[in-house]
């Protein structure tokens, strides 16, 4: 059990770096990721709301689908 868990650490720390590594790079490329239609943003004088409802959903289904590929192999 001990070494499933390391296992799991090591990816989830991979991918940490490799999300950071494309902000990073490509921020200004990703200007769309969090301002997407369905996303609520409220900006006012001295108020500021962000809720990214389609945003949340889309990396809940890209993390779904990438592990259950890491489940099968």
Excluded: C
């Excluded at 940490?16 to 490509?26: D, N, S, T």
């Excluded at 490329?29 to 945003?55: A, C, Q, S």
């Amino acid at each position: 059990m001990n070494q499933q868990l390391g296992k799991y650490i090591i990816i989830g720390g991979i991918a940490v770096v490799v999300v950071g590594i494309l902000i990073y790079f490509f921020h200004n490329k990703l200007h769309w990721f969090g301002r997407l239609p369905g996303d609520i943003r409220v900006e006012k004088e001295n108020f500021r709301f962000y809720f990214p409802i389609t945003t949340m959903i889309i990396i809940s289904i890209i993390l779904s689908v990438l592990f259950r590929l890491f489940r099968k192999m």
